[in-house]
Nanobody, 122 residues
Framework: QVQLVESGGGLVQAGDSLRLSCAAS????????MGWFRQAPGKEREFVAA????????DYVDSVKDRFTISRDNAKNTVYLQMNSLKPEDTAVYCC???????????????WGQGTQVTVSS
């Protein structure tokens, strides 16, 4: 298990950018694939992006491709989500999660952070 803490959320206007960070505890962070998920009010949690333990494989949901970039720094035990050209429909609580494989499936992720709120006004 790895402990995860997100930061970087906030209230921004449409078209603005934010960078979310997810700090992990534990010496085995580099062995985990990492993912970002989001949950909007009244909606189910959905996959946003994932990255392999080396950073060589990245996956994105279609709605954020070309706007969001996932990256990681294993020396800092941190994964990032750079979000550009934000839209009101990106408003949600964003959570990071750790998995043994690169996946889009919630059940493949065993460790979750508490989440950080992102609100995009129009």
């Amino acid at each position: 298990q790895v402990q995860l803490v997100e930061s970087g959320g906030g209230l921004v206007q449409a078209g603005d950018s934010l960078r979310l960070s997810c700090a992990a505890s534990g010496r085995t962070f580099s062995s985990y694939a990492m993912g970002w998920f989001r949950q909007a009010p009244g909606k189910e949690r959905e996959f946003v992006a994932a990255i392999s333990w080396t950073g060589g494989i990245k996956d994105y949901v279609d709605s954020v491709k070309d706007r969001f970039t996932i990256s990681r720094d294993n020396a800092k035990n941190t994964v990032y989500l750079q979000m550009n050209s934000l839209k009101p429909e990106d408003t949600a609580v964003y959570c990071c999660a750790a998995s043994r494989i690169v996946s889009r499936l919630i059940n493949d992720f065993g460790s979750w952070g508490q989440g950080t709120q992102v609100t995009v006004s129009s």
